[in-house]
């Protein structure tokens, strides 16, 4: 008898590491890494069936975010920046037959890269003004549309959050949060799209117990990390997912 969920070895070879690294960067430790999941299922499985084999896992790793960090958010960023992810949200979900996920995973990582090098030409000041609001709701609008592309929606968000100099635990708190919304909006979408099968349920309940341990790795770490370390760890996650999706999208 088939069973209904994927056999391939070597695709959980690389789906159990996806997950553990999505865990990880959904307790904020890592932050920039988490984009990587999709990518590395997608050697194995095409991108779309990833992202859907991804969404019980991020159910689960949202709603232990939630508990773990659920008196350090900040809500007037919240207020902001989750309406217009909504909108990202509604616009993926229209254009996902029209579009190629590896090209907007490929735009998703030239712009990451783009913010790096900037960051690194012009390094922040003390005194710098933080981005205006304007611009948060654009980011927060592209965050919207990549996450609901490629589970991508990281590193526009990370592109307005980091230069506010938030503290550690608020940055966490604040994306656990916000892309718990956007997750859970994501559910009937992608249900109407098809992409929710029994096939792609039950390979993803094979991964789930993968899920809450690489979110109690990250909370461990999150909360002892000192802020200057954490933000080099996301700026590493960023840059190697930068060159990641850039790879998929235009090289590979």
Known sequence: MNLPLITDPFFYAVAIPAVLILGVSKSGFGAGFGSLAVPLMALAVTVPQAA???MPALLLMDLLGLAAFRKDFDPRLLRMLIPSSLVGVAIGALLFRALDARTVA???GVFT????A???VFPPRRDDAPPPRPVGMVLAAIGGFTSFISHAGGPPINAYLIPLKLKPLVFTATMAYLF???NLAKWVPYAWLGLLDVRNM???LALLPVAPLGVWIGIRIARR???LWFYRF??????????KLVWDGFLA
């Open 52 to 54: 859907a084999i991804l």
């Open 106 to 108: 490929g735009i998703v």
């Open 113 to 116: 890269l783009l913010f790096l």
């Open 118 to 120: 900037q960051r690194l």
């Open 180 to 182: 718990f919304v956007v």
């Open 202 to 204: 039950a390979t993803s």
């Open 225 to 227: 990390i000192d802020p």
């Open 234 to 243: 996301v700026y590493a996650g960023m840059f190697l997912t930068g060159i």
